[in-house]
């Protein structure tokens, strides 16, 4: 369309969409692989995988996403559901492996490995959304509004929700934090 000898050119939606896309994958991988190694235990390869199958499913999702949240929600919400799904197809595959007597244990590589354990651990002890609204908040720095949209919950549920996982981990941990001070 030519208006006063000007050529007014409009842009596709979805040329839109996936230009803000490719942006969102170049400025947000690293965090969703951080955010995808701690919902899913601390392995890098998983981490990488998750946060691959998340970017497909979002892009192959992309023509349905109608701006009516934030793409970095919407997307960390698609994160957190792969995360899920990679997490059940774990357990089941760990009692195929316990079943044939070749289970390995799991290990995460850190400067510390026996402190890594022990947080693993608790944080694993936690119901599933209770870690997930803590690993969101407290591990990756959403705000508890982003963290509800990204876990479809309302606000004052993730707060809860955090505050009855800080509590349990202060349970579980809380011989850390008496080491601690004592200068042990």
């Not at 392995?43 to 497909?56: C, F, H, K, P, Y």
């Not at 999702?61 to 059940?88: K, N």
């Not at 349970?171 to 042990?184: C, F, I, K, N, Y």
């Amino acid at each position: 369309m030519e208006t006063s000898g000007e050529l007014t050119m409009t842009m596709d939606p979805a040329d839109d969409r996936t230009a803000r896309f490719r942006a969102f994958v170049a400025e947000h991988r690293q965090r969703s692989v951080r955010l995808a190694w701690r919902l899913t235990g601390g392995d890098r390869a998983v981490a990488e995988d998750v946060t691959q199958d998340a970017l497909v499913a979002a892009y192959r999702a992309l023509s349905r996403f109608r701006d009516e949240a934030r793409l970095e929600t919407w997307f960390y919400r698609i994160l957190v559901h792969q995360a899920h799904s990679f997490l059940r197809w774990r357990r089941v595959r760990e009692v195929w492996r316990a079943a044939a007597g070749n289970e390995p244990p799991p290990e995460i590589a850190t400067a510390d490995p026996e402190l890594s354990h022990r947080i693993a651990t608790a944080l694993a002890r936690l119901p599933q959304t209770q870690r997930d609204c803590f690993l969101l908040v407290h591990g990756e720095g959403f705000t508890v509004r982003e963290a509800a949209a990204i876990v479809g919950k309302a606000e004052g549920t993730v707060k809860s929700h955090l505050h009855r996982a800080l509590t349990a981990l202060r349970r579980d941990l809380d011989d850390l934090r008496s080491h601690g001070e004592r200068g042990v």
